[in-house]
């Protein structure tokens, strides 16, 4: 069964750093493409970013260029989102997702964390 | 950036209707738009991919339909598990979009 466990979510002012990890099991970890996707409190679901299976490919919301960098050690099936320079507009549950395939060419999110929340506040 | 834009935003229906959400491409995507559901605490839960292919374990009153950019999620006769909000995804292009949610309740 795949789980998805994110952490390292939690309270930090505006202008501050965060790192998130996703710990995965259950599949082949380098084998899959994965994601975060993100929610704001009462608001729909915004993709975030994407990493290849080997991580040689990343692709990012323009809203979150330059701020934000996704990794992954597929040595500790882990995928990773650091995130800089944040803002209220920041605030949400961010969940990571498994993509259906190794490459970001086409995604499908067919696996989801429980989520983590990030609160931007002073 | 390609825009997803679902109707209706939200409806009421009764267990044992038929239900039907749209889901509308600013350009066309092919047949690369995916369907989610999430009921509220939750993580969303793949239900459809690819337009049309029903995700594993997912129960069969469930379907998909279209492409270009118009897009159909179909739950054949709503069951109380159901009552949820629903997104469509547009996996065709960076950034990945998804449409702005369809929230299913109780009539």
């Known amino acids: 069964e795949v789980q998805l466990l994110e952490s390292g979510g939690g309270l930090v002012q505006p202008g501050g750093s965060l790192r998130l990890s996703c710990a995965a099991s259950?599949?082949?970890?380098?084998?899959?493409?994965m994601n975060w996707v993100r929610q704001a409190p009462g608001k729909g679901l915004e993709w975030v970013s994407s990493?290849?299976?080997?991580?040689?490919?990343?692709y990012y919301a323009d809203s979150m260029k330059g701020r934000f960098t996704i990794s992954r050690d597929n040595s500790k099936n882990t995928l990773y989102l650091q995130m800089n320079s944040l803002g209220a507009e920041d605030t949400a549950v961010y969940y990571c997702?498994?993509?259906?395939?190794?490459?970001?060419?086409?995604?499908?999110?067919?696996?989801w964390g429980q989520g983590t929340l990030v609160t931007v506040s002073s | 950036d390609i825009q997803m834009t679902q109707s209706p935003t939200s409806l009421s229906a009764s267990v044992g209707d038929r239900v039907t959400i749209t889901c509308r491409a600013s350009?066309?995507?092919?047949?690369?738009l995916n369907w989610y559901q999430q009921k509220p605490g939750k993580a969303p839960k793949l239900l459809i991919y690819?337009?049309?292919t029903l995700q594993s374990g997912v129960p069969s009153r469930f379907s998909g339909s279209g492409s270009g950019t118009d897009f159909t999620l179909t739950i054949s006769s709503l069951q109380p598990e159901d009552f949820a909000t629903y997104y469509c995804?547009?996996?065709?292009?960076?950034?990945?979009?998804f449409g702005q949610g369809t929230k299913v309740d109780v009539k």
């Open positions: 997702a498994k993509d259906r395939y190794a490459l970001t060419d086409y995604p499908i999110f067919d696996s």
């Open positions: 259950g599949f082949t970890f380098s084998r899959n493409a």
């Open positions: 990493i290849s299976g080997s991580g040689e490919t990343t």
């Open positions: 350009q066309t995507i092919s047949t690369y």
């Open positions: 690819s337009a049309s």
């Open positions: 995804q547009q996996s065709f292009s960076t950034p990945r979009t």
